[in-house]
């Protein structure tokens, strides 16, 4: 082979498609180190799930046995979920159509039997549904304690009972600074029950990490009162991103902690990810209080909360009546900061786009945009270039795609948009309207999907 310096390779290796690299593995040291780096860096192990072609659960557990390969793996996504044995469960193991899955204990025992390799995994995701009656925190310990000086980010799912374990298992982790964490319907407690576990084990654990923590996700599918989470979190010093997700009527007997919460954090978080939806459960816990009306009161109020976002990502999913007047008051708040803005959930009207972008023009630093519209024309993008020209990258969601004509797909399940129309929208929307635009992605729902990208900013 020709002698040509590494990190030549290395510039080379970059476009070479996966598959390719993987089959070039054996050909030098070099090929070897980076084909295993990209195979094993990321790793999923389920026992309720599989992706055809892969190797399974257990196959793969094998593999990382070996420290070499388990040297690679840096993200480490787990779904163990327990189920209860059933008949079905009886399969004939001459049948090769028949694919068997783990039991929740086989997963866990395998995870811990190669875990001591595990000294180089930086996120772990772990999620479990329900727990094996087995299994306890000495067992998960286990599994932790090799990676626990390198782990970065934890991102935990399951019920409140199963936190009891899930935060009684955790050794120290001295470099974790993102904690995201999901909260699952409960089957076996009560409401009171899964309170205590959130007050006993969630808000301590959050609180002993806090001081290095600089993103906190809470997201939660369950009616327990987060009120007393926000009320009783102490205040994160490094704390830049944040993402809550909730139901609102059902899931916050009090707000203002929200609020207290909320204004606490507002020096350091320049990210925010806010979705407060109303529950299909119609019993309200909130004191009267809609939530419409609490999003106006918090970005309308005279004070300093939140005023120090650089992105915000907000969705307004079962918001109806005040959704444009909650948008435009948070773009007032946050126009000296706010650089990214995504608007989820809800399709804009003409006049309330037009509203939206009036708003939005006086945040000079705006540069990425996330917006639904409910019909995109040639109107539409001449009001968007002048109103926002610093807009480098723009990404619009609409049900009609009105902009240049399509061609249906042969299965009618998708759209496709001819090469030439991305280059004739590209002439007039960078050249005509002198938009300097990086890229620009627009989606019709039911799966067209039209991408520009200025070639005149990268020539």
Partial sequence: MVDIPPEIWLHILQFLPKEELYRLISVNR????????????????????????????????????????????????IDATFMEPTSSDVTDIDNPTVFIFPTFDELIDGIVQAAPHFQNITYVDLTCWMLSPSCNPEILRSMWFPMSQSLKVLS????????????????????????????????????????AILISHVVPY??????????????????????VLFKNLHTPPALRELAIS??????????????RFLKRCSDTVVSLGLSLQDGRDKRDVSGGQRRDEWLMDLFSADNQCLTNLEDLNISFRTVKDRAVDILTACLQKTQRTLQELCVRDRFLNRGEFSRVLDAAANCMKLNCLWINIDRVDWDVIEMLAPKLPRIRRLFIVTPALAILSSERAPDE???????????????????????????????????????????????
Wanted: charged share 20%; aromatic share 8%.
């Fill in 413 to 459: 399940m998708s759209t496709h948009y001819p090469t030439a129309t991305a280059q004739l929208l590209e002439h007039r929307v960078c050249k005509h309207l002198q938009w300097k635009l990086h890229v620009a992605e627009l989606w019709e729902d039911g799966g067209g999907r039209l991408k520009i990208e200025n070639t005149l900013t990268t020539a």
């Fill in 30 to 77: 070099l090929f070897l180190e980076v084909g295993m780096n990209l195979k094993w860096e990321s790793v999923e192990l389920s026992n309720t799930s599989h992706t055809s072609g892969l190797p399974s659960t257990m196959q793969t557990l094998k593999r990382l046995s070996d420290p070499f390969v388990a040297s690679k793996l840096r993200i480490l996504n």
């Fill in 246 to 259: 909730f139901s609102f009527n059902t899931s916050l007997a009090d707000p203002p902690q929200l609020n």
């Fill in 206 to 227: 959050i609180n002993s990490i806090g001081p290095r923590l600089r993103l906190l996700s809470i997201y939660s599918w369950t009616n327990v009162d987060l009120s």
């Fill in 156 to 195: 935990l799912g399951g019920s409140l009972g199963a936190y009891r374990v899930l935060i009684e298992s955790l050794p120290p982790m001295p470099q974790l600074d993102e904690l995201r964490l999901l909260f699952i319907e409960e089957h076996v407690l009560d409401e009171s029950g899964q309170l």
